[in-house]
C-alpha cells in the first residue's frame, strides 16, 4: 500500500517560515492535499492540487510537489497556525484509495 | 453555507452495530461524491468509505470491508455508515466530508461524531 511520510514536528518562531514535508514513492505524479486540524475541530482543506488555496485561505499557505516530496509552506507563521497537519493522496493501486500522511504538528515558539 | 452534521454516534459493544448519519445542506448534495474519514483517539485520519454522486461507484477501506455499509438518499441531503461487527479499533471519531468531483481532495467537513466500541 501506499505510505506518506511526515515529520511528527516541526517548530517555528512568530514571523519565520514553517515547511511541512510529505514523503512519498513518485509523489510528484499525484495531486497532494493539505488539511489543517486544530485540537478537537475537524479539519479545514488549506492546499489542494499540489498548490491552489480554497477561498478564504490566506495567501500565506502554499504548496510544492516533485519528485518524492510533496512540501507545505506557511510564510509570516501565526499563533493561530498552531495545529496538526496532513497531507493526502488518492492512489488508485492503494487499499486505502484515499491515503493521509502521519501528520505533522506545528508548533510556533 | 455549507453544513455537514454527524449524528448516531454512542457507545457499543464489541460485535455491535451502529448507523451513522450526515445531513447536509446549504449546497446541491447530489453533484458531489461523500466520504466517511475517521480518527481514533490522539491518532492521525484514516480513509473508511466513499461514495459517487449516484452511488454508482463505492469504495470501501480493507479494514472495514465486509463489514460497514455505506449509502446515500439525495432526496433527503443525507449521507449514512451502517457499521456492523463493530471491534474495539473502530473506535474513533467519525467526520463525514465532501468531494468535489474528480478532485479527490476532501473540502468541507462535519464536526464528527464520536463511536466509542466497549464491553
Known amino acids: 500500500s501506499y505510505v506518506l511520510t511526515q515529520p511528527p514536528s516541526v517548530s517555528v518562531a512568530p514571523g519565520q517560515t514553517a515547511r511541512i514535508t510529505c514523503g512519498g514513492n513518485?509523489?510528484?505524479?499525484?495531486?497532494v492535499h493539505w488539511y489543517q486540524q486544530k485540537p478537537g475541530q475537524a479539519p479545514v482543506l488549506v492546499v489542494y492540487d499540489d498548490s491552489d488555496r480554497p477561498s478564504g485561505i490566506p495567501e500565506r499557505f502554499s504548496g510544492s510537489n516533485s519528485g518524492n516530496t510533496a512540501t507545505l509552506t506557511i510564510s509570516r507563521v501565526e499563533a493561530g497556525d498552531e495545529a496538526d497537519y496532513y497531507c493526502?493522496?488518492?492512489?488508485?493501486?492503494?487499499?486505502?484509495?484515499?491515503?493521509f500522511g502521519t501528520g505533522t504538528k506545528v508548533t510556533v515558539l | 453555507e455549507v453544513q455537514l452534521v454527524e449524528s448516531g454516534g454512542g457507545l457499543v459493544k464489541p460485535g455491535g452495530s451502529l448507523r451513522l448519519s450526515c445531513a447536509a445542506s446549504?449546497?446541491?448534495?447530489?453533484?458531489?461524491?461523500m466520504n466517511w474519514v475517521r480518527q481514533a483517539p490522539g491518532k492521525g485520519l484514516e480513509w473508511v468509505s466513499s461514495?459517487?454522486?449516484?452511488?454508482?461507484?463505492?469504495y470501501y477501506a480493507d479494514s472495514v470491508k465486509g463489514r460497514f455499509t455505506i449509502s446515500r438518499d439525495n432526496a433527503k441531503n443525507s449521507l449514512y455508515l451502517q457499521m456492523n461487527s463493530l471491534r474495539a479499533e473502530d473506535t474513533a471519531v467519525y467526520y463525514c466530508?465532501?468531494?468535489?468531483?474528480?478532485?479527490?481532495?476532501?473540502?468541507?467537513w462535519g464536526q464528527g461524531t464520536l463511536v466509542t466500541v466497549s464491553s
Open positions: 446549504g449546497f446541491t448534495f447530489s453533484s458531489y461524491s
Open positions: 493526502q493522496v488518492w492512489d488508485s493501486s492503494s487499499d486505502h484509495n484515499y491515503v
Open positions: 513518485n509523489i510528484g505524479s499525484k495531486s
Open positions: 466530508a465532501r468531494e468535489p468531483q474528480g478532485t479527490r481532495a476532501l473540502d468541507y
Open positions: 461514495i459517487s454522486s449516484s452511488s454508482s461507484y463505492i
